[in-house]
């Protein structure tokens, strides 16, 4: 089992920056490629982004390259989302998780959630 809880979520006017991390529990975190998700109401949760276990790759949805970028710290088990630029569209709650395969940008393959922190972009 792995634990996955994240923090960093809030309220931020568009053009803001907002920090978002994952801390992580229980098995090696190192084992794990791990992905940012989101869920905006009304919609389907989608990837945002995901990296490798190494962190030697990183792939972004579209509508987020050059604005956010992922990395972790294997070290201090934790996973990062730094997230600039921000605009209302990227309004939803943001969730991190872990999957054994080396590296997906499908929801359905990764194996732990965390509970979400919601981040709120107003215009």
């Known amino acids: 089992q792995v634990q996955l809880a994240e923090s960093g979520g809030g309220l931020v006017q568009a053009g803001g920056s907002l920090r978002l991390s994952c801390a992580a529990s229980?098995?090696?975190?190192?084992?794990?490629?791990m992905g940012w998700f989101r869920q905006a109401p009304g919609k389907e949760r989608e990837y945002v982004a995901v990296?490798?276990?190494?962190?030697?790759?990183?792939y972004y949805t579209d509508s987020v390259k050059g604005r956010f970028t992922i990395s972790r710290d294997n070290a201090k088990n934790t996973l990062y989302l730094q997230m600039d630029s921000l605009k209302p569209d990227d309004t939803a709650v943001y969730y991190c998780?872990?999957?054994?395969?080396?590296?997906?940008?499908?929801?359905?393959?990764?194996?732990?959630w965390g509970q979400g922190t919601q981040v709120i972009v107003s215009s």
């Open positions: 229980g098995r090696t975190f190192s084992n794990y490629a």
């Open positions: 990296i490798t276990r190494a962190s030697d790759r990183r």
């Open positions: 998780a872990a999957t054994s395969y080396g590296l997906a940008t499908t929801k359905g393959v990764y194996d732990y």
